[in-house]
């Protein structure tokens, strides 16, 4: 089979939509084009009646039941909705909120706009191996504490934190429990029953969906979880997220959530398998490549490498053909090394020199071979240009020299 260029491996960032879903949305575009909120001509049924079915796939997924699937415009703003709603209504209870330092953008920044706002915000590290695990959440939890919002899988690294003994010390202490799991819904089973969780943002375009839809599980039972808007206008969603719904982008999202239950098994195994493919021939090549967090618990389809003595930014020019990222895609825009990487104790240096690769539906054997060719011959092409590299081959301790200023 030949190789199409580029190849992609950066589907932690977004995946392509997978044909199939694209095919359920067609319709909605130009045909089936009602309001869902029409409720007076069969236009409006129409698109009622698909957005409830995507409700049911959603909700399926997750283990959840359909009523308690509110839609978003994305992962971003199921967040800023869970955090912001659950610290607006239940302030009078208390202004405590857990959370972690190594956690996405779209968490750790309304947590700091809310720590302006007066609310005290517990800022948990990670050890090593980049987990959270429930002992810190134990710790952390205090009388005035009214929620604990922990990722489920980390988007550049892939480790999984302890999302259902964390689920049992909130219930334990009728705490709220959000967990942000963009990366973990499609990939690996996921279910709010079984760990307890109160609310969970996931997001269409992560499981070969379209861009620019998500969704927020919101808790109706034990305990009935209640949100303080933040978009107010027309009472859709239950009142807790006014405007229009994109009728066209929920169809994908069910759709997509149906295909990622039919196939999660089968997916997950191939992609395992390849991720360990390439993981096991780079380290056998090249000596100073590391995982970072843990081999164990982690996402099937991730592998985050660092390449000791080189520039990452430096590598990803290198192997320009591979669509590959240094850091997470919604940060890097910035040359500051990784924050994921750097609250897990790893160093500025291995931080710089950091690959992400995030396989996905459509990588193929021929893909991971190529890529572990070109990462091994780029590697060992800088090395051969760098003096530090030539250094620690003659046995100095680089820690130990003192560099001269100009």
């Not at 260029?5 to 199939?20: Q, W």
Request: aromatic share 6%; net charge negative.
């Amino acid at each position: 089979m030949s190789l199409t260029f580029p190849i992609y491996l950066d589907h932690n960032a977004t995946t392509p939509m997978d044909p199939r879903v694209l095919e359920a949305m067609m319709p909605y575009f130009c045909e089936k084009f009602g309001n869902a909120s029409s409720r007076n001509h069969a236009f409006g049924w129409a698109a009622e009646d698909a957005v409830s079915t995507a409700r049911g796939q959603v909700a399926s997924l997750i283990g959840a039941d359909a009523k308690e699937i509110i839609w978003t415009s994305g992962s971003t703003e199921s967040n800023n909705l869970a955090i912001k709603g659950v610290a607006e209504m239940y302030k009078e209870k208390g202004k405590h909120i857990i959370t972690a330092v190594h956690e996405h953008k779209a968490v750790i920044d309304p947590c700091k706009r809310l720590a302006k706002e007066g609310y005290d915000i517990t800022w948990l590290e990670p050890d090593h191996t980049g987990i959270i695990t429930a002992d810190q959440v134990r710790e952390a939890v205090r009388e005035d504490t009214i929620l604990v919002t922990i990722m489920w899988a980390n988007n550049e690294i892939g480790t999984l934190n302890e999302i259902h003994e964390i689920g049992k010390i909130c219930k334990e202490k009728s705490i709220l429990f959000h967990t942000d799991a963009t990366q973990a819904v499609g990939k690996i089973p996921v279910s709010v029953q079984d760990a307890g969780v109160d609310l969970l943002s996931a997001s269409a375009h992560k499981m070969y969906g379209p861009k620019g839809v998500g969704c927020l599980y919101v808790r109706r039972r034990r305990p009935r979880v209640r949100l303080t808007p933040i978009i107010d206008g027309g009472g859709h969603e239950r009142g807790m997220r006014s405007g229009t719904l994109n009728v066209t982008g929920i169809v994908g999202f069910g759709a997509a959530a149906a295909l990622c239950q039919q196939e999660m098994d089968k997916d997950s195994a191939r992609l395992e398998q390849l991720r360990d493919r390439l993981e096991k021939s780079i380290l056998s090549q090249l000596d100073g490549a590391a995982i970072n967090g843990t081999p164990e618990k982690r996402l099937p389809q991730t592998s985050n490498i660092s390449f000791a003595w080189v520039e990452g930014e430096s590598l990803m020019m290198a192997i320009k053909e591979i669509a590959v990222s240094s850091g997470s895609a919604c940060t890097s825009a910035s040359l500051e090394p990784s924050y994921v990487l750097k609250s897990m104790g790893v160093g500025d240096e291995l931080a710089h020199s950091s690959l992400r690769f995030g396989l996905g539906r459509i990588t193929t054997e021929e893909e991971i071979d190529y890529t572990i060719e070109k990462v091994v011959a780029g590697v060992n092409k800088l090395r051969e240009l760098s003096p530090l590299y030539e250094m620690v081959q003659e046995g100095v301790d680089l820690s130990t020299v003192q560099w001269a200023e100009h």
